[in-house]
T-cell receptor, first 113, second 112 residues
Framework: NAGVMQNPRHLVRRRGQEARLRCSPM?????VYWYRQLPEEGLKFMVY????????ESGMPKERFSAEFPKEGPSILRIQQVVRGDSAAYFC???????????FGPGTRLLVL | GESVGLHLPTLSVQEGDNSIINCAYS??????FIWYKQESGKGPQFIID?????DKRQGQRVTVLLNKTVKHLSLQIAATQPGDSAVYFC???????????FGQGTELSVKP
């Protein structure tokens, strides 16, 4: 049973470019969470989605960041016009429900030059 | 409030010894707590969880203790091995809404 998949594992972008991070949930999971981890820090919640719905985006920066979880396909975290401060590890976690255990993917490490 | 904090940022133990990692939480209404292990370059890995109606839960070589009176959580690792070296995070759901609040993490280093 495959776990949570994320791609790409590493992404390098220049300032001003767009970054697209993908997350495929574990089989049977319909709840997706995105977290960001800055170097030497803990994980910070960004957004919580179910299929075609954003449930909680209280941790998302107001500009340049967006997330979706379409009916078909992976969840996508999109960062437009990246800046150096966006460099971080972005983790996706998935679960069966809001109060169920969240299982994390391997993360995407974004480096903005 | 929404904060989960760890008492010590680093912990160094001898291989074979027991390790205890502590965590304080502030939301007395939390009904669920989780411990994750994160190895360098990897995503957090679920270790064990505990519901608020329990005060102890055991897994394989790990035990989680919950003291609701003082809002304290601990993770005990028996016979610590080099493979246990990692950063350990405690986490709790925020207002039962799915979003997890993580502590800063404790780095466990196991000396051979």
């Amino acid at each position: 049973n495959a776990g949570v998949m994320q791609n790409p594992r590493h992404l390098v972008r220049r300032r001003g470019q767009e970054a697209r991070l993908r997350c495929s949930p574990m089989k049977g999971h319909s709840h997706v969470y995105w977290y960001r981890q800055l170097p030497e820090e803990g994980l910070k919640f960004m957004v919580y989605l179910q299929k075609e719905n954003i449930i909680d985006e209280s941790g998302m920066p107001k500009e340049r960041f967006s997330a979706e979880f379409p009916k078909e396909g992976p969840s996508i975290l999109r960062i437009q016009q990246v800046v150096r401060g966006d460099s971080a590890a972005y983790f996706c976690a998935t679960g069966q429900g809001a109060s169920e255990t969240q299982y994390f993917g391997p993360g995407t490490r974004l480096l903005v030059l | 409030g929404e904060s989960v904090g760890l008492h010590l940022p680093t912990l160094s133990v001898q291989e074979g010894d027991n390790s205890i990692i502590n965590c304080a939480y502030s939301n007395s209404a939390s009904d669920y707590f989780i411990w994750y292990k994160q190895e360098s370059g990897k995503g957090p890995q679920f270790i064990i969880d505990i519901r608020s109606n329990m005060d102890k839960r055991q897994g394989q070589r790990v035990t989680v203790l919950l003291n609701k009176t003082v809002k304290h959580l601990s993770l005990q690792i028996a016979a610590t091995q080099p493979g246990d070296s990692a950063v350990y995070f405690c986490a709790e759901p925020f207002n039962q809404g799915g979003k997890l609040i993580f502590g800063q993490g404790t780095e466990l280093s196991v000396k051979p």
